[in-house]
């Protein structure tokens, strides 16, 4: 599975002979090492997809090989680099916090975080890059990689056991 970017914002995610417009971060795509806390661009590179969640109150389990977890009310991904569970997911009580995955607004009815800066964790390199459900508009993220909820369900469904993605600029 490849992204390639577009323009700022936007891109296009080939998966065999088939494509699905996406939506990128605001501040573009940027090499990995160049990527930093809060600065709206997705990270260029090969990521792996190791498990996801997704809102069992709205949708079904997503089908493919990637193990999915229901998401729960206290699950939120840390966003904070002093934080000692920087870029994982911790269980607390945020109804606020902006990475809390019970969201309103369907962008997390399915997410999958990208094995991007959690193997090790380097605090502020970034963090909670996802691939999950664009807004209708395409709008662009804050460095995840955003499609369409049933273009997403198609790519996840032909995911091998092993799978990556690769971002490129």
């Not at 995840?144 to 690769?166: G, S």
């Amino acid at each position: 599975m490849i992204v390639r970017a577009e323009s700022p914002g936007r891109g296009t995610l080939e998966r065999g002979k088939l494509g699905f417009a996406c939506a990128l971060g605001k501040g573009g795509v940027v090499p990995a090492d160049a990527k930093r806390e809060g600065d709206m661009a997705t990270p260029a590179g090969t990521w792996k997809l190791r498990a996801g969640f997704w809102r069992a109150d709205r949708l079904a389990r997503p089908r493919g090989a990637l193990p999915f977890r229901a998401i729960e009310p206290d699950m939120v991904w840390d966003d904070d680099p002093a934080s000692p569970s920087y870029n994982t997911l911790v269980r607390r009580d945020a109804p606020d916090h902006p990475e809390r995955l019970l969201r309103a607004d369907g962008v997390y009815d399915v997410v999958v975080p990208l094995g991007f800066n959690d193997d090790p964790v380097v605090p502020g390199r970034g963090s909670a890059i996802f691939l999950h459900v664009a807004r209708p508009d395409y709008r662009p993220t804050a460095g995840c990689v955003a499609l369409a909820l049933p273009d997403l369900l198609a790519v996840l469904e032909t995911l091998d056991a092993d799978p990556a993605i690769e971002i490129r600029g």
